[in-house]
């Protein structure tokens, strides 16, 4: 695939400008990024924050035509695997993943990532990866203080030897760069999914854990068990009965805290 990076200073939301470029003619490998977010979205209708020049905001076009609705489930987890491969690849830090589409960093939320999905006039569909990660913050609004992080936040807790400031753009194009290697490669490869869930499930964290999970048909408790070859998480209810449950409408939130 070939990368073509466009970026703004300032816009609504990277998704909603980069849904307009693929209305026109933008190619698949189109991403855009900003500088800040005036409408940044996050999952489920939250809002997601992104200050002037202090995280990243960016979203990837991809025009499938050979990949399956499976195949589509799977690009919300590569893109998680994606962000935290290249933050450990470049500065060292251990990352973990909260189901479904959270980055943490010492048990805080470093990214997060909005995948969306649209089909076009001529029929084809296009999907939209878009990824935000907390980069230069050093406080956070009240409501989410206690869950996010930053990289430059954990560097410094950590008192880690890097030296020079952690570059937007160069972390940018890593995660790009690794994501569209395992796309093109799943393309042609329908093992390289098992590979991807395999990196996924490494870093999960709520393997083990009770949580609470946040469905709008009725709110339930379990302990998470594991996660099946679509990454829909498994929830053992205190019955014993097993629940499969996708990204959809739900959220899984522990009993004792964030994660
Ligand atoms: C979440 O954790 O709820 C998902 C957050 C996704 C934020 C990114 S920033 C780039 C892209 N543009 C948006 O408006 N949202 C995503």
Redesign the pocket.
């Known amino acids: 695939m070939n990368i073509i990076y466009h970026y703004l200073e300032e816009t609504d939301?990277?998704?909603?400008r980069l849904k307009v470029m693929a209305e026109s003619d933008a190619v698949e490998g189109t991403v855009l990024s900003a500088g800040r977010?005036i409408?940044?979205?996050?999952?489920?209708g939250?809002n997601?924050e992104?200050p002037a020049g202090d995280s990243i905001?960016?979203?990837m076009l991809l025009l499938p035509t050979d990949l399956t609705d499976e195949d589509i489930m799977i690009l919300t987890p590569m893109a998680a695997v994606c962000v935290s491969l290249a933050i450990e690849a470049l500065y060292e830090l251990p990352t973990q993943i909260k189901w479904v589409?959270?980055v943490l960093l010492g048990g805080k939320?470093v990214s997060?990532?909005?995948c969306e999905q649209m089909f076009q006039e001529d029929g084809r569909r296009a999907v939209i990866i878009?990824?935000?990660i907390n980069v230069h913050q050093h406080a956070f609004p009240i409501e989410i203080a206690d869950m996010a992080t930053s990289i430059d936040a954990e560097l410094s807790e950590r008192q880690m030897p890097f030296s020079g400031r952690v570059a937007r753009r160069e972390l940018t194009e890593c995660v790009w760069e690794k994501f569209s290697a395992i796309y093109e490669r799943q393309k042609k490869d329908k093992t390289v999914v098992d590979e991807v869930l395999e990196e996924y499930r490494r870093r999960l964290v709520n393997i083990g854990q009770r949580c609470r999970v946040m469905d709008p048909r009725g709110e339930y408790e379990g302990e998470a068990v594991g996660i099946d070859k679509m990454g829909r998480l498994v929830i053992e209810t205190g019955s014993g009965e097993r629940r499969t449950i996708d990204a959809g409408e739900v959220s899984v939130r522990g009993i004792y805290g964030y994660v």
């Open positions: 939301s990277t998704n909603d977010q409408a940044g979205r996050g999952r489920r939250h997601w992104s905001s960016t979203s589409n959270d939320k997060g990532i909005l878009g990824i935000g």
